[in-house]
């Protein structure tokens, strides 16, 4: 097995027992990049000579000591790029380090590499990228998923131990889902969003990226807990989640939601998740049929909250506080061709829908409506949580499409994220986890099981994934390249 494929568990064992070294582990790194990044351009920039200077002196004692993990370009890192996949912020480099990278740094990992992403996290196919598109390792004509495409896509083509993303309605989970990893979204408050580039102020949260569902209680462990810094961040206390994996399923119920089981879903989606679901039942779990109903105005909710907060978030990039500036005879000139040449089409037309719906005359139609029907939705998922340990689903209608193939279509290409949206929406924890493969075009697509769970029980939620994971081979299957 080479040093690349290894899960961070598995890298700090090689630590301890100094099979292997920090900077042997980073130069296995380095030259897997140089093999499969043409081909997976996960990666908008690497910097070795300052992650060298870091495995030099690392302290393998730590939790995550020694261990490189790759960031997703809209987290700001001391020093480095953050251009968050757009022109607006093309050479800016960040000034202080995001509180998630603090405490990464302080269980001695090493931030490494600047991850493709959307731009400003607004799509689901990292096809809105300035830099151009990532490819899914599985098949490089086909999407890696969005907006954190670039952090699943390194973490299954192996170039990543782990990687941070962000999750706004699915950018974690439908991504990992799509590249066959772990996709892990906090709870709304469980980790600080100090130092994350703002898309949707109510819906952002960080979240791993990992190989293994241990790995994602790793990450979660460092970068969990209350922050001063972050005023939506919760004290609430912080488990160690990995040392509580290992409990078997006995008792378990597990929520199928009527509304997430459709005609419109993958028939091979739709096998591989029942096939899971009935593996559960095989390990002592019962399955329970739960109703969410107001599912069906999830994504028209979220594309208006959505955009209206992003309409507030990115008026700061105006050529005059923040961003690239245009040259123009007058100011009104120099915001017009600031943001008209800085933002790709799709950050314009969400912050001209965004700053449509926050409008005199439509706010109480669209954006006060909008925040009503999300009451509903939070309600849904607490009933369901009355009856349910964890709510089980598809975490994707479909396997990873071709790029290309709804870039003219952004209705269909927001359905993407159907499954996914309501969990931001709630502000629950929800995580994808492989469970199998479709056959398309005679290539294996990876196929996400999303799991779902209770508000600040992400121990419970990675309990109920680790049972499924070690008692399945789903996890071992390698991309081809």
Known sequence: MSLTS??????????????????????????????????VHGYLSRDYAAARTLAEKADISLPLGGVPIAIKDVINVNGEPCSCGSKMLDGYRATYDATVIKMLRA????????????????????????????????????????SSGGSAAVVAANEAFAALGSDTGGSIRQPAALCGCVGLKPTYGRVSRFGLVAFASSLDQIGPFTKTVEDAALVLNAISGRDPLDSTSLEEPVPDYAAQLGH???????????????????????????????????????????????TEHAV????????????????????????SRAGAGNILEMYGQTRGQGFGPEVKRRIILGTYVLS??????????????????????????????????????????????????????????????????????????????????????????????????????????????????????????
């Not at 096998?271 to 009935?278: D, E, L, S």
């Not at 209206?308 to 008026?315: F, G, I, K, M």
């Open 6 to 39: 290894l899960s961070i568990s598995e890298l700090r064992r090689k630590f301890r027992s100094r099979e292997t070294s920090p900077i042997e582990a980073l130069e296995a790194l380095e030259a897997r990049i140089g093999q499969v990044e043409p081909v």
């Open 107 to 146: 269980a001695g990992a090493i931030p490494f590499g600047r991850c493709n992403m959307d731009e400003f996290a607004m799509g689901s196919s990292t096809e809105n990228s300035a830099f151009g598109r990532s490819c899914n390792p599985w098949d490089p004509s086909r999407v890696p998923g969005g």
């Open 248 to 294: 078997d399923l006995k008792g378990v119920k597990l929520g199928m939601p009527r509304e997430y089981f459709i005609s419109g879903i993958d028939p091979q989606v739709d096998a591989a998740v029942r096939a899971a679901i009935r593996h559960y039942e095989s390990l002592g779990a019962e399955i329970v049929e739960v109703s969410l109903p107001n």
């Open 300 to 323: 028209g909710v979220y594309y208006i909250i959505a955009t209206a907060e992003a309409s507030a978030n990115l008026a700061r990039f105006d050529g005059v506080r923040y961003g």
């Open 360 to 481: 005199s005359g439509y706010y109480d139609a669209f954006y006060l409506r909008a925040q009503k029907v999300r009451t509903l939705i939070r309600g849904d998922f607490t009933r369901a949580f009355e009856k349910v340990d964890a709510i089980i689903c598809p975490t994707t209608p479909e396997p990873a499409f071709k790029a290309g193939d709804r870039s003219d279509d952004p209705l269909k290409m927001y359905l993407a994220d159907i499954f996914t949206i309501a969990c931001n929406l709630a502000g629950t924890c929800g995580m994808s986890l492989p469970c199998g493969f479709a056959d398309v075009d005679g290539k294996k697509l990876p196929v996400g099981l999303q799991l779902i769970g209770q508000p600040f029980q992400e121990s419970r939620l990675l309990q109920i994934a680790h049972a499924y994971e070690q008692s399945t081979e789903w996890h071992k299957a390698a991309a081809p390249l």
